[in-house]
Each structure stands twice: as structure tokens, then as C-alpha cells.
T-cell receptor
């Protein structure tokens, strides 16, 4: 299993540009989520999904869109990049069913700089 | 605002000492999880404690949960230089929405 994969690893955008951060998991997890991590702020939840066709907002959703057309993929779209969106972005997934640990598996992160 | 707040923000100890980190949260939870992050890397799950549990052990890790005080602690015993990392608590709310909210983390430095 590849686990959770994210592309790209690094990205530089100009203010106003749009782009999509890709996230995929091969563990058949129902739950997928996007976080951003800024110095001193920990991880903040942007959007999350509990299954294909279902998405919901997290703590800091403004400026970002998501969709979940398949169980495997959960792309994050930046509609019009702003310098405030400079951050490291992590995608994560977990199972929600059964009595397992439901631990969240993280991708390696995407480091985004908006100039 | 974030669900979890951690204390202290930074902790520096000598190898062999114990390290204790605390986490407080605001709303009712289904479970509370602790994660570790090495510099520049993704987060790795350490341990999960459910809302009906009070204490859990895993190797050198001991986690306690006090739902009446809405707080948890992570104890790392006999610390090693390799334990140097940031540690985060995360809470999964009751109602099985799946949403996992993280605290701001504690940065632990273990000096050899």
C-alpha cells in the first residue's frame, strides 16, 4: 500500500493564480481531510469528507474548495491564491467503521508559497 | 478556534528524564489521540484513548484522560534524544462526524 500520497511536494504561486493540490489514499478509508500548518498554529482543519459525495467545512475553509467524487481522491482547490495561504498542507485519511483505532494517516505534505 | 490547547508549548529535558505534556479541550469527545511530528515531516499516530477510558499505555507512553476536566496528559518515560519532536493532541467529537481537531502542539527537546 502506498498509504496517503500528495502532489506536488512544493509549489510557488503568484497572487490570484489557482491550483489544485492532489491527495489520494489506497486504504479504502471513508474519512479524508485537509489541514494547513503554520508556525505556532498547529494544524487547522480546512475541509473534510466522511465518504464519496459528502464534504463539510472545517475551521478555516475560506478560499478553498474540495470535492469527493471517489473514495480514493480528495483534491483541494485554491480558487485565487493569496499570500495568507502560504503554508504547509497535509492530507490525511482514516477509517470510521468498526472498533479499530481510527488513527489518521498523513501524507508527506505540500509546501506552498504565494508571492 | 482550535479544540485543543496544549501545555507547555515547549519543553526541554535531559535524556533519561520523563516528559509530561497536557492537553485541554472544549467539547464532548468520542476519543482523543496523540500524534508526533518530526521536523519537516508528516504526523504519525502514537496512541488513542476513548472517552470511556481513563488510562492507556503503549511502550514508554502513558496517556490519561479526565473527561470531567476535559483534559488529557501524555507521559513519555525514560526519554531519548530520538524523542525530540512536536507532539499534538487531537480530538474526535461525539456523534461520529469524523472531524478530528488538533491542538497547537508541544515542542519537546531531549538533550543527550
Amino acid at each position: 500500500n502506498a498509504g496517503v500520497t500528495q502532489t506536488p511536494k512544493f509549489q510557488v504561486l503568484k497572487t490570484g493564480q489557482s491550483m489544485t493540490l492532489q491527495c489520494a489514499q489506497d486504504m479504502n478509508h471513508e474519512y479524508m481531510s485537509w489541514y494547513r500548518q503554520d508556525p505556532g498554529m498547529g494544524l487547522r482543519l480546512i475541509h473534510y469528507s466522511v465518504g464519496a459525495g459528502i464534504t463539510d467545512q472545517g475551521e478555516v475553509p475560506n478560499g478553498y474548495n474540495v470535492s469527493r467524487s471517489t473514495t480514493e481522491d480528495f483534491p483541494l482547490r485554491l480558487l485565487s491564491a493569496a499570500p495568507s495561504q502560504t503554508s504547509v498542507y497535509f492530507c490525511a485519511s482514516s477509517s470510521l467503521v468498526g472498533q479499530g483505532t481510527h488513527e489518521q494517516y498523513f501524507g508527506p505534505g505540500t509546501r506552498l508559497t504565494v508571492t | 478556534s482550535q479544540q485543543g490547547e496544549e501545555d507547555p508549548q515547549a519543553l526541554s529535558i535531559q535524556e533519561g528524564e520523563n516528559a509530561t505534556m497536557n492537553c485541554s479541550y472544549k467539547t464532548s469527545i468520542n476519543n482523543l489521540q496523540w500524534y508526533r511530528q518530526n521536523s519537516g515531516r508528516g504526523l504519525v499516530h502514537l496512541i488513542l484513548i476513548r472517552s470511556n477510558e481513563r488510562e492507556k499505555h503503549s511502550g514508554r507512553l502513558r496517556v490519561t484522560l479526565d473527561t470531567s476536566k476535559k483534559s488529557s496528559s501524555l507521559l513519555i518515560t525514560a526519554s531519548r534524544a530520538a524523542d525530540t519532536a512536536s507532539y499534538f493532541c487531537a480530538t474526535r467529537g461525539s456523534g461520529n462526524t469524523g472531524k478530528l481537531i488538533f491542538g497547537q502542539g508541544t515542542t519537546l527537546q531531549v538533550k543527550p
